[in-house]
């Protein structure tokens, strides 16, 4: 409870007061464009994170209950850091407004940027997260993010060729199957030994890994 705490309150709080007060003086303008690359680094993330846990799963698999949590941080950070670069480069000038608009639009951008930040943690650490599940959680319906991606990824999103269109979680499983992660990451933790580090803990197993199966 006290995880669930942190994620719902502590984490969020400490998202918005950091962004309005570290980047206030940033202005709407660098504000718009870091919320740009955090959305599109977080669906360059969303898009690319089940290959590269795969790889990591079925190659380490000490990391096989860490994979999906690592694999989508590690391409978020990457892309944010590139497109943070390179949006820099291309708007070395720093566009100012009206001071009403500026305050106002400066607000607003840091609200909607604070949002984006969180919802991606949201995703990435609770729904991929490495918190264990009892044998009977009941896996909650789709958030706002789950069902945002599937239709963007069926829509706007897709491929240009309607016959290649790949949907996010098109058979709507998403959150059962991490439900079962999670559980299976409780039942090893509860099988592992005492005296044990609570690193290793959470480690899998080769025959674990074999189980891997891919889902088209």
Not at 18 to 24: I, N, S, Y
Not at 33 to 62: C, D, M, R
Not at 72 to 83: G, Y
Request: charged share 15%.
């Amino acid at each position: 409870m006290v995880l669930y705490h942190i994620y719902g309150w502590v984490v969020p709080i400490i998202i918005f007061a950091a962004l309005f007060g570290l980047r206030w003086k940033v202005g709407m303008w660098g504000n718009i464009l870091s919320l740009g690359a955090v959305l599109l680094s977080f669906l360059i993330a969303a898009s690319f994170w089940e290959s590269l846990a795969y790889l990591l799963g079925t190659n380490v698999p000490q990391m096989l209950f860490v994979a999906d949590c690592v694999a989508f941080f590690t391409i978020f950070l990457i892309s944010l850091l590139i497109l943070d670069f390179a949006t820099r480069c291309m708007s070395a000038v720093k566009v100012k407004y009206a001071d009403q608009v500026e305050k106002i639009g400066n607000g607003v951008a840091l609200f909607l940027l604070a949002s984006a930040l969180y919802m991606t943690y949201l995703f990435g650490s609770v729904d991929l997260g490495t918190v264990g599940e009892h044998h009977d959680a009941q896996a909650r319906g789709d958030s706002i993010t789950i069902g945002a991606l599937r239709i963007l990824s069926a829509g706007n999103l897709g491929a240009f060729n309607q016959d290649n269109v790949r949907q996010f979680d098109a058979r709507g499983e998403f959150r059962d199957l991490h439900l079962k992660r999670r559980q299976a990451l409780m039942h090893t933790m509860l099988q592992s030994g005492e005296g044990d580090w609570p690193w290793q803990r959470i480690l899998g197993t080769d025959s674990q890994a074999e189980q891997i199966r891919w889902r088209e």
